[in-house]
């Protein structure tokens, strides 16, 4: 099952259980899926690949938002965030613990050859493929450059 078919089923169940939290972010995730496929050179289709990225970004901009909420402590807004969320990233699959992705940047630096900060470029553009949507962009960075710094 495709994630727009997945999408619209959810949004059922939300709207006849009155889950509004769930509702919205189901209504912009199937929003985002739109504007995707209406993008010219798409053809009315999406790839597995550009819908986790899609997911990525919805989950990425909220997070964002409610970093700028917590700081300027508008709580309201911020559970709305954290709902959506919680929403979203139960269609993205299961996120990679620290152990988990050291140990899989650890072979991705050997295959590379990678030895110094200086092969940060080719070791993060071997690992962003291979952890695509397993992990963060932010989290792989920061563990490349410690295990390059070692």
């Not at 071997?126 to 695509?132: C, T």
């Amino acid at each position: 099952m495709n994630l727009e078919t997945q999408i619209m089923a959810e949004m059922k169940d939300a709207m006849k259980s009155k889950n509004e939290a769930g509702l919205r972010g189901l209504r912009a995730i199937k929003a985002e899926i739109i504007k995707a496929k209406t993008d010219p050179g798409a053809n009315g289709i999406i790839t597995e690949e550009g819908e986790l990225k899609l997911l990525q970004k919805l989950v990425k901009q909220r997070k964002d938002s409610l970093e700028i909420f917590t700081q300027q402590n508008r709580q309201d807004l911020a559970v709305k965030e954290q709902e959506e969320i919680a929403i979203i990233e139960k269609f993205l699959p299961k996120q990679m613990s620290e152990a988990e992705l050291i140990e899989s940047l650890k072979v991705i630096i050997a295959e590379v050859g990678a030895v110094s900060a200086a092969d940060l470029g080719k070791v993060m553009g071997v690992a962003s493929k291979q952890l695509a949507g397993k992990a963060d962009g932010k989290a792989i960075s920061a563990a490349v450059k410690q295990l390059l710094s070692n």
